[in-house]
């Protein structure tokens, strides 16, 4: 496998939220652990700033306007979440271009097989026009859509195992066939929505998969999930390109949720993603979401990153069928993946 690929930039730092969760000690943590492993042998890249059109493809132009205003103004309190400062906005561009970036590389002439875009504010609650639970663009949407018109992707999908589900994107592209969301998320939680009836509308019905687990869940249902369902349904989807929203915060040290997954859950569901980018041909972004325990969020990135790199595919995790799991692929056979009830 070519060499892969991490976009990162310091304008990640200069987006100050103070004492919030989502701040600047979250990049520091993860470039720490990164740098010391040599960063896994990515190559490093600094992002470039979204262009103003590659987020108006997805985002009302109102909606850049105010960001860029209020963080002209001296930033503030967009809601009692998400907070904004003068350097926000710059970081928000440079995440939501390294998305973009890290596509190019994916499906442009170099065809990198895996690439990571490591940047703050995180972007899966982002609606079109409404920045929350501490997003202001929805960087991963942006990345999917830069797929679909810069580079002829017909199909892209999404899985967000961010314990809060990731309800912009969902919305973005509820009501579309050409990128299919799938989603393992806590409920109830913020923001209060993802249930397994939400299944997507119009043409885009089936295209959205809910999978919300209850507080508790640890290794034996999220990665049962991702083996026994969400690979199965990426199998018959067949994308051109594999996104992961990647957020730590179902982790059992996390203290904004109540999940428990381990260190070696999160390797065992990395190991289950690359398999399935392996097993379709197909090459695997990953965009950083949550993730407020500094030690689990630099852990986790960095088992994500080794495993997802790895020039050898990793061992094919051996995940026992959970229950839930089960009913799952059921319901999803019975009413729009017919193709997952041959197991």
């Not at 990571?116 to 929805?138: D, I, T, V, W, Y």
């Not at 929203?245 to 260190?263: E, F, K, M, N, T």
Request: glycine share 12%.
């Amino acid at each position: 496998m070519s060499t892969p690929v991490l976009l990162r930039h310091p304008s990640s730092l200069e987006h100050d939220t103070g004492a919030h969760p989502e701040s600047p000690r979250r990049i520091v943590a993860i470039e720490r652990a990164l740098r010391q492993r040599d960063w896994l042998g990515y190559d490093l890249r600094l992002s470039e700033p979204a262009s103003r059109a590659s987020i108006e493809a997805l985002h009302p132009p109102r909606h850049i306007d105010r960001i860029e205003a209020l963080c002209a103004r001296g930033g503030g309190m967009i809601d009692m979440d998400t907070i904004v400062s003068p350097g926000s906005c710059v970081a928000a561009y440079h995440a939501a271009g390294g998305a973009a970036q890290m596509v190019d590389a994916l499906l442009g002439e170099e065809r990198a097989g895996v690439a990571a875009s490591l940047h703050r504010p995180p972007g899966h609650h982002a609606e079109a026009a409404k920045a929350m639970g501490f997003c202001l663009f929805n960087n991963v949407a942006i990345a999917a859509q830069h797929a679909l018109d810069a580079h002829g992707a017909q199909r892209v999908m999404v899985f967000d195992w961010d314990v809060h589900h990731g309800n912009g994107t969902n919305a973005l592209f509820s009501e579309r066939d050409d990128v299919l969301f799938c989603s393992i998320h806590q409920s109830p939680l913020y923001p209060g929505t993802g249930p397994a009836s939400d299944a997507g509308r119009g043409a885009g019905e089936g295209y959205t998969v809910n999978l919300p687990v209850p507080g508790g869940s640890g290794d034996a249902l999220w990665c049962s999930l991702v083996e026994h369902v969400v690979r199965p349904v990426g199998r018959a989807y067949r994308p051109a390109l594999l996104l992961l929203s990647a957020g730590y915060d179902a982790h059992a040290d996390d203290p904004l949720a109540g999940c428990v997954v381990s260190d070696d859950g999160y390797r065992a569901m990395a190991a289950s993603v690359r398999a399935l980018a392996d097993e379709l041909g197909v090459p695997l972004g990953i965009v950083l979401e949550g993730g407020y325990d500094l030690g689990a969020l630099s852990r986790g990135v960095t088992l994500t990153l080794e495993t997802a790199g790895a020039g050898e595919p990793p061992p094919p995790p051996e995940i026992e069928v959970h229950p839930a799991a089960e009913r799952a692929v059921m319901r999803l056979a019975e009413s729009y993946w017919p193709a997952l009830a041959g197991g």
